[in-house]
């Protein structure tokens, strides 16, 4: 059984730097898997912010590129995100997916499952 | 990089079958056959219903179907029950490898 789950500090200051750490059970990063990292304002859409790969390729979001670097550890089973420069328009619940990709189309985030249960990251205003 | 464009909501008496539209671009949904859908029900995380346009994981109710018409996807609901309640995103692949979100659509079940 694959699970996931996300851990963050749940109040931020504006201008601080987010760390979100995914851990995961059930699967391993080898080839073809990745995990994702989508966020979620309060009562508003889905947002995709970023993707890691088995062999350390990455994607980001074009709108939040400048300030998101993810980075895994293969032997804690982790997956870590950091968020620069945050805003209170980032308040949201944030997620980490797993997927597994294929290079039909180019490696890139093509489908999530299944998803963490979120963690609420408020940033004060 | 925009939004796909769904309807705010729709709503079905049980029984009845719905349709959700989610309109891309020739850079997403009509580029690729990477269309998926996810069910969040309030409170929830995002559950996957279908992935690349058509296909079911393993689970879910053959009740939840996909398709695809040049830059516009849909999911269709049959047979809706009062589970269904809850809201439905698309998201598909895109030409710079990234994924992009739908706005989502809340299904009511009168």
């Known amino acids: 059984q694959i699970t996931l789950k996300e851990s963050a500090v749940a109040l931020v200051n504006p201008t601080e730097t987010l760390t979100l750490t995914c851990t995961f059970s059930?699967?391993?990063?080898?080839?073809?898997?990745?995990v994702g990292w989508i966020r979620q304002p309060p009562g508003k859409a889905l947002e995709w912010l970023a993707l890691i790969y088995w062999d350390d390729g990455k994607r980001y979001s074009p709108s939040l590129q400048k300030r998101l670097i993810i980075n895994k550890d293969t032997s804690k089973k982790q997956v870590v995100l950091t968020m620069a420069n945050m805003d209170p328009v980032d308040t949201a619940t944030y997620y980490c997916?797993?997927?597994?990709?294929?290079?039909?189309?180019?490696?890139?985030?093509?489908?999530?499952?299944?998803w963490g249960q979120g963690t609420l990251v408020t940033v004060f205003s | 990089q925009s939004a796909l464009t769904q309807p705010a909501s729709v709503s079905g008496s049980p029984g009845q079958s719905i349709t959700i539209s989610c309109t891309g671009s020739s850079s997403d949904v009509g580029a690729y056959n990477y269309v998926s859908w996810y069910q969040q029900h309030s409170g929830k995380a995002p559950k996957l219903m279908i992935y690349?346009?058509?296909h079911r994981p393993s689970g879910v109710s053959n009740r939840f179907s996909g398709s695809k018409s040049g830059n516009t996807a849909s999911l269709s609901i049959s047979g809706l029950q009062a589970e269904d309640e809850a809201d439905y995103y698309c998201s598909s692949y895109t030409t710079d490898t990234t994924m992009v979100f739908g706005g989502g659509t809340k299904l009511t079940v009168l």
């Open positions: 997916a797993h997927t597994v990709g294929s290079s039909n189309g180019g490696w890139g985030p093509k489908w999530f499952d299944p």
């Open positions: 690349d346009v058509t």
């Open positions: 059930g699967f391993s990063l080898t080839a073809g898997v990745g």
